[in-house]
């Protein structure tokens, strides 16, 4: 059997940390190479976690990055390119150019490769997908962990009668088979989407679901065709966030030092108010993506880096349209920004029913770039 290459990106953040000690530890028979696309301006607390998780895992995490040769940091090296054109939520260059291609540059050939993705069971998006057909995602956080490709076809309504007799013949055993059997046969309708039927079956059992993938990958060319076995086809565990950080502190790695909460005060009616504020994701210390409180956490927490941050803005490119970081930063405008940020925490804290600030902010995790996050 041809060889099957593991791979896992750590792109700086809590998911893919904490996934690559998961597997570790759970799957310890993974050869899983690491890898980490920099940027050249990540915060300091990203390659401390590096580091840290150097150690743990007793492996190197092989550094990535575009433009080599260049005598610029690789966003410098591309920005010179493209004239000083910023990078924005409509022209994300940046993850182009120094996220996917130098991924894509490293996996190249068409030996078989498996990614693994930090996605938790929490969320809903399913993240990069790489067009290269020798390049196959697995979503071990995910109750599915098969990627949306990968389900579209085992669900087609074409493959229903093979489906059954997989079933039939890898899962004689279980005691729901003439209830998975009768849902398999069920044809794909406005009335019954592919979700729903994923969500039923997998219901009916996560074990027998992957064992009847697996048994199906094996008639096609995706690359766990090529391998004898996959032990992640009996997870039945589902991660969400809670878990992840917890993960991160026992074992030592630590969670990075950019997701913990800073107090900022602000009056509201009259009052002066406790809000807490942080970064919500990994990745360039000015990434566009960043809600404005983002913005006047990093003034107030890294201001060296924000003056950074300003000097790029010119000749009319912004990274928020309608607002240079010179207006954000002004003591006014960053006030405004604690006060709508206090009062639209209170308004989610009310709506989770959650004590943990962590909780609520989902939203602006969401805002990202799945290729950043993970």
């Avoid at 027998?208 to 090529?226: E, S």
């Avoid at 240079?324 to 920004?337: K, M």
Wanted: charged residues 30%.
């Amino acid at each position: 059997m041809t060889k099957v290459k593991h791979v896992l990106g750590i792109s700086g953040g809590k998911d893919s940390a904490a996934l690559a000690i998961y597997l570790k530890d759970s799957y310890p028979q993974l050869d899983i190479e690491y890898y980490s696309c920099d940027t050249g301006k990540e915060l300091d607390e990203t390659y401390q976690l590096i580091d840290n998780l150097e150690v743990y895992l007793g492996k190197k995490v092989k550094i990535l990055r575009g433009a080599e040769g260049s005598q610029e940091d690789p966003f410098d090296h591309f920005l010179s390119v493209l004239g000083g054109y910023l990078p924005s939520a409509t022209s994300r260059w940046c993850t182009k150019k120094l996220k996917l291609e130098p991924f894509e540059k490293y996996i190249a050939g068409t030996d078989p490769v498996i990614s693994y993705v930090g996605i938790r069971g929490d969320e809903d998006r399913e993240g990069y997908i790489s067009k290269k057909s020798n390049i196959q995602s697995i979503f071990p956080f995910r109750k599915n962990i098969w990627s949306a490709d990968v389900i579209a076809k085992v669900l087609d309504n074409k493959t229903i009668p093979f489906i059954k007799k997989l079933y039939q013949e890898y899962c004689s055993q279980s005691l729901k088979l003439d209830r998975i059997i009768e849902v398999v046969s069920l044809p794909l309708n406005d009335d019954f989407p592919r979700g729903q039927k994923l969500d039923t079956l997998l219901e009916l059992g996560i074990k027998d679901f992957n064992r009847v993938v697996f048994a199906f990958l094996k008639t096609t060319d995706y690359p766990l065709a090529k391998a004898d076995s996959f032990p992640l086809i009996d997870n039945e565990e589902v991660l969400v966030r809670e878990d992840i950080f917890r993960i991160l502190r026992e074992s030592g790695v630590g969670v990075p030092a950019y997701y913990e909460q800073k107090e900022y005060h602000v009056e509201i009616d009259g009052v002066l108010e406790t809000g807490y504020y942080s970064r919500s994701r990994s990745g360039c210390f000015f990434c566009f993506f960043q809600q404005r409180i983002e913005w006047v956490w990093l003034f107030e927490n890294h201001p060296t880096l924000y003056a950074k941050a300003v000097k790029y803005e010119k000749d009319g490119y912004t990274w928020h349209q309608g607002e240079t970081l010179e207006e954000v930063c002004t003591e006014e405008r960053r006030t405004s920004i604690k006060r709508e940020h206090f009062l639209r925490m209170k308004r989610n804290k009310a709506r989770t029913k959650s004590d943990f600030l962590i909780d609520i902010l989902e939203e602006a995790e969401q805002e990202g770039c799945a290729a950043c996050f993970i």
